[in-house]
């Protein structure tokens, strides 16, 4: 028979599913982060227990050990300088004309539609230890962004 068409099995075609990536560096998160990573921790160990298809238990089991490291790494931030951006901070700016306000959080909480950041993004990193008044360079331009007012957040 030819080789063409023997089938062992369907496991043979399917695409190696990898570990979700751990962000390189600390793993900084506010109070916020570390309450939802807890909660998320919760729910896919419940969504295991609950027992699914094979393929969403796979699934979630591999999420569920990507979010227990991240819970275990987990180390809460301390709180930002009053008058400088930093890790937890609430930062307004203006960058090309245009007005923005974010916070800045760790890797596993940012969520840039929402005007949450991460600490390791570059935006971020560019304006670490600005403070209100400060120009600071980003992507290859000088003085490109303003800071208008630093404040904390409670995240």
Not at 12 to 35: C, D, M, Q, S, Y
Not at 100 to 116: F, H, K, L, M, Y
């Amino acid at each position: 028979m030819s080789v063409a068409f023997r089938r062992e099995s369907d496991e043979e075609h399917k695409e190696p599913r990898f570990e979700l990536p751990i962000p390189v560096g600390p793993n900084l998160v506010t109070r916020g982060g570390l309450a939802k990573t807890a909660a998320r921790v919760a729910d896919l160990e419940a969504a295991v227990a609950g027992g699914q298809d094979e393929a969403a238990l796979e699934e979630a089991k591999r999420d569920l050990r990507y979010w227990r490291t991240r819970l275990a790494t987990a180390r809460l931030a301390p709180p930002p300088p009053d008058d400088e951006v930093g890790f937890g901070s609430r930062v307004s700016f203006r960058h090309r004309g245009a007005a923005r306000t974010i916070d800045i959080v760790g890797d596993d909480e940012a969520e840039p539609s929402a005007g949450r950041i991460a600490f390791s993004a570059p935006l971020a990193r560019a304006m670490m230890g600005a403070g209100a008044g400060d120009t600071v360079d980003f992507a290859g331009e000088e003085e490109a962004i303003e800071i208008l007012q630093v404040a904390r957040f409670e995240g």
